[in-house]
């Protein structure tokens, strides 16, 4: 064994809940950004090898237990993120026309689950709530021009929606200011220069932050000084003319918190939402947003909120803090289980781009190989995927290899090739595995 960080004998088998590969990279990250997907071709070299194998369509916690996993291998580690979105729990929430910016990204990424979402788009203003990189993914797809996004791999039927959208303003509102907006300057840069829109900030919002910029960090600073001269400075020609013939507009509201979605007057839909005024209590990255008792009323007729994420607990067995939202580890160890490791998001909480994670894991990853060097793990064979199959077929679950998802892929691909697009996603379980002749 060699003692560089590698080991040259390990076999690693990924168990996944859907039936295809890439989690947050095929449904998460946004069609017009096809550069972050290249990371796809590293991990389809990984999972040739040999010593790796994938089985898609396995809930772990529901068709295997983590016990049984840990019975049939020397190390288990958990990643699987955070599924949940945090909720407002204010009322009106469950109006038809109020959406987890989650399941939307999911619908026109083309998750599975939330292939049936359906959004109405046919109102003049949608309101995002969180300041996030997801609110402006969202806000950007929401007011991209569709010709632009018919040659990405967004889903046809998202793509439709959006043809016949009459969205032309969208709001994204924070609770705090532009020095805790979450979002980072690629995404603001991408949303300052989007075809046929204007930002639209107001001034007052940056009244002397002039002075709280020059301490901040290098990349927080640059962050705020391309908001604060999009906000103050008065545009050049080109740019004031390309603003002038926008036919749509987005805005960061900031100081407001949500307090209710409003009814339309039949009930039956969103058609506004209130939202409490607030002031700043506190310091640098401890500051919280207090109401100040005043409120205001914004008409909309979509709300997206998109105000965090937490995960789920697994399975019984596995230690969970439902309050941090995350499987209480010291670097990346199960407290009090041997052999089992988390790492990502259900390690560190719901914060972070993809490369934070991706060093996340590669630590993870380390710690692992520490402790079967130092003997902490069983020693002697284990069966790995063996014992796991035969379970599996005892209770008529059938997982989807690698192979089979290369021949889902191609389907996938060639569907595209025919609308000029890299691929058209699969949408259905059952159509998937019927065209794996199962």
């Known amino acids: 064994r060699k003692d560089d960080g590698k080991h040259s004998r390990a076999h690693v088998d990924i168990y996944e809940k859907q039936l295809v590969p890439f989690g947050l990279v095929r449904f998460g990250v946004a069609p017009d950004h ?3 997907k290249n990371v796809i071709n590293t991990f389809t070299q990984t999972a040739r090898s040999d010593r790796c194998a994938f089985y898609g369509n396995v809930e772990v916690g529901r068709d295997v237990t983590v016990q049984e996993l840990r019975d049939a291998y020397h190390a288990v580690v958990l990643s699987y ?4 979105h945090q909720a407002l729990d204010i009322p009106g929430e469950e109006l038809p026309g109020v959406f987890a910016a989650r399941a939307f990204v999911g619908w026109y990424n083309g998750l599975p689950e939330n292939r049936e979402l359906a959004p109405d788009l046919s109102c003049d203003t949608a309101v995002i709530l969180g300041q996030g990189n997801v609110a402006l993914d969202v806000a950007r797809i929401l007011l991209t021009p569709p010709d632009h996004l018919e040659k990405t791999d967004i889903t046809e039927a998202a793509l439709g929606a959006l043809r016949q959208s009459r969205v032309k303003t969208v709001w994204i509102v924070g609770r705090r200011g532009p020095l805790q907006v979450a979002f980072t300057i690629k995404e603001l840069r991408e949303m300052i220069q989007l075809p046929g829109t204007r930002p639209m900030l107001d001034p007052v919002d940056f009244l002397g932050l002039q002075d709280r910029i020059k301490e901040a960090a290098r990349p927080r600073k640059r962050l705020m000084e391309l908001l604060l001269r999009t906000a103050t400075e008065k545009p050049g020609v080109e740019e004031a003319a390309r603003r002038a013939s926008a036919s749509r507009a987005w805005g960061l509201r900031f100081f407001r918190s949500p307090q209710q979605v409003l009814p339309s007057p039949d009930g039956w839909r969103v058609a506004g939402i209130r939202l409490a005024v607030t002031r700043l209590e506190g310091i ?5 947003a207090v109401p100040t008792g005043d409120v205001e009323d914004l008409p909309c007729g979509l709300v997206l909120s998109s105000v965090g994420y937490k995960s789920r607990p697994i399975d019984p067995s596995v230690p969970f803090d439902p309050k941090l939202g995350v499987i209480p580890n010291m670097e990346g160890r199960v407290v009090d289980v041997p052999g089992l490791y988390c790492s990502g998001w259900v390690k560190r909480g719901p914060t972070g781009v993809i490369t934070t994670t991706m060093t996340d894991s590669f630590l993870t990853g380390q710690i692992l190989l520490q402790d079967l060097r130092a003997g ?9 995927s063996v014992a796991i199959k035969a379970l599996l077929d005892s209770r008529g679950v059938w997982p989807v290899s ?3 998802w290369e021949k889902l892929d191609a389907e996938e691909v060639s569907r595209g090739q025919a ?8 949408l259905d379980p059952q159509e998937m595995l019927q065209l794996l002749g199962h």
């Open 34 to 36: 096809p550069e972050v």
């Open 81 to 84: 993120g955070a599924e949940d």
């Open 284 to 288: 640098g990255e401890a500051t919280r």
């Open 376 to 384: 902490h793990l069983p020693s002697g064979p284990r069966p790995g």
């Open 402 to 404: 690698f192979s089979d």
């Open 419 to 426: 609308l000029g697009k890299p691929r058209e996603k699969l």
